[in-house]
């Protein structure tokens, strides 16, 4: 996909930038809240993807919104203006995330659970999130009652499924054997 392709240079060369000006931990705040704004707006969206606003316009309306945004953050939102690329500023957030977490050793982790974590069952998720990575770990809970209790985490790419809905599967499958 071109557009991912666009967004990965566009985030590298933000980070690139970022990192030289010892300021990449608040980009990577702008670029969370230029993420959640896209993806909660509609409107947002379809004003930074449409062919017939004007393109100082969208770079206007980004600079009035997110007025207190970091130099290098107003600085992509030039660059976008001049390369008539607005349409792809969520995906260049995204990728800034992915990169800065690599180059910070962050991993994400999503743990899903049928109720919010307590603060007991975040510790068993972080004990066993200790037997996968050394790496610091960003915990995002998905609630999810379909697993009916317990967790099932996924770190990368691999999953850990120690939910009560799995174990009644596992129980199904062996009976019916």
Same mark, same amino acid.
């Given at each position: 996909m071109a557009g991912?392709? =666009? =967004?990965?240079r566009y985030a590298k060369a933000i980070?690139?930038?970022a990192q030289g000006n010892n300021n990449?931990?608040?980009v990577l705040a702008?670029?969370?809240t230029i993420v959640s704004a896209v993806k909660e707006s509609k409107e947002l969206k379809l004003f930074l993807e449409s062919p017939i606003v004007n393109v100082q316009t969208k770079r206007n309306a980004l600079v009035e919104v997110? =007025?207190?945004a970091?130099?290098?953050t107003k600085a992509l939102f030039q660059l976008l203006l001049e390369n008539k690329r607005f349409g792809i500023l969520a995906p260049i957030g995204d990728q800034y995330q992915e990169l800065?977490?690599?180059a910070n050793g962050i991993e994400n982790a999503v743990v899903t659970t049928a109720v919010p974590l307590d603060a007991a069952l975040e510790n068993k998720v972080l004990a066993k999130i200790a037997t996968f990575t050394s790496k610091k770990v960003n915990l995002t809970n998905v609630v999810d009652p379909a697993i009916i209790g317990g967790f099932v985490l996924r770190i990368g790419d691999q999953q850990y499924n120690a939910s009560? =809905?799995?174990r009644l599967l596992q129980l199904k499958r062996e009976f019916s054997n």
């Open positions: 991912s392709r =666009a =967004a990965i980070l690139d930038i990449s931990e608040k702008d670029m969370n997110f =007025a207190s970091q130099p290098e800065y977490n690599e009560v =809905a799995n």
